[in-house]
């Protein structure tokens, strides 16, 4: 099995998708930094101050204000209501919820990029892991060695898993170097509130807690790459099915794009919470961030999302072991 494993790393490696991937966050996170750096800035330009309270009590009556907009849905506004009740207590509780420094940038990252960017990722690097043997003709090949057909596929998957793994812990190190060359490298120890619940549009602050930033950045990412293994595992199954690597991936996409609108947009189809694709920002549980789904907890959304990944797992090696595929 090590020797399988090491044959699809080697595979994997020369692919170069682990490279390209490097080279899109050595890209994007510079983008992503300035960005951020701009935007902070024409804030305090436009508040006149740089004190981290006059600029959360500004935007608390920005948002008072969205309130007032008959044009804002009823059920946006409680998702309001609610950030401000959090703003306001951070306020009360002198805890800057924006440090500046490149661990507050990392961990913004992970829960902006955990529902669309990362998963789009681990999609480039499952995609093809199966069906890229039927497209080179190596699946022939690779089946003539004495070796069983479910511990070919699972070399595969625990190669996935290792990738996937490698490609979590590049972007918290991508993230933490670029971002610091602007925004400092302090901040580990900053405190960081979690632990907020809601019923309606009542903010329940009775299990929160003050964790330093460093352990809620360690959930944040565990969380991400739970996602991130469940995202592969779909891609995984669908590479097992489809001979085709474009088309793989092409579903792929469309499901995880698709699954992010519809969040959106049809938030009120009761059958929605049980797709995966509604459950991948895991990281609002722990920032205490409001869901338009109802009935939304972290343990139904851990449940529901393993589900998806062990019947992904269940079909990939049954079609795998079964299917005739040297045909």
């Known amino acids: 099995m090590l020797n399988l494993v090491h044959n699809e790393m080697i595979k994997m490696i020369r692919k170069k998708r682990l490279l390209v991937i490097a080279l899109i966050l050595m890209v994007l996170i510079p983008i992503f930094t300035y960005a951020q750096y701009r935007s902070t800035q024409e804030t305090i330009k436009n508040i006149g101050s740089s004190n981290w309270r006059t600029v959360l009590q500004q935007q608390i009556v920005d948002q008072q204000n969205r309130l007032t907009s008959s044009r804002v849905p009823q059920e946006y506004k409680q998702l309001i209501k609610l950030r401000i009740k959090q703003q306001q207590y951070y306020l009360e509780h002198n805890i800057n919820p924006k440090a500046p420094g490149a661990p ?4 913004g990252f992970v829960e902006q990029s955990i529902s ?4 789009l990722l681990v999609i480039i ?5 199966v ?10 090949l690779l089946l003539t060695r004495p070796v069983k057909r ?3 596929l699972f070399s595969k998957y625990i190669a996935l898993l290792l990738c ?3 490609v979590i812990t590049l972007t918290i190190v991508l993230s933490y170097l670029i971002s610091g060359v602007i925004f400092g490298y302090k901040g580990w120890s900053f405190p960081v509130i979690t632990g907020f619940q809601h019923q309606g549009e009542q903010l329940i ?10 352990k809620y950045i360690l959930m944040a990412y565990g969380l991400a790459w739970f996602v991130c293994i469940v995202m592969g595992t779909l891609s995984f199954m669908v590479s097992v099915l489809m001979k085709n690597t474009a088309s793989s991936m092409g579903v792929m996409l469309a499901a995880l794009i698709s699954g992010n609108l519809l969040e959106q947009v049809a938030h009120h189809w009761p059958a929605l919470k049980y797709s995966a694709f509604t459950h991948l920002r895991l990281t609002n549980y722990i920032a205490g961030e409001a869901s338009l789904i109802p009935d939304m907890s972290l343990p139904f959304s851990l449940a529901v999302l393993s589900v998806w990944a062990i019947i992904a797992l269940i ?9 005739d595929v040297l045909t």
């Open 315 to 323: 079909i990939s090696f049954t079609v795998f072991t079964k299917r």
């Open 150 to 152: 479910w511990k070919i």
């Open 205 to 214: 602050t009775d299990h929160v807690h003050i964790v330093p930033q460093w």
């Open 116 to 119: 669309l960017f990362l998963p």
């Open 125 to 129: 690097l499952a995609a093809d892991i």
């Open 104 to 107: 507050t940038f990392v961990r």
């Open 131 to 140: 069906s890229s043997e039927h497209s080179l003709g190596t699946i022939k």
């Open 164 to 166: 996937t793994s490698f």
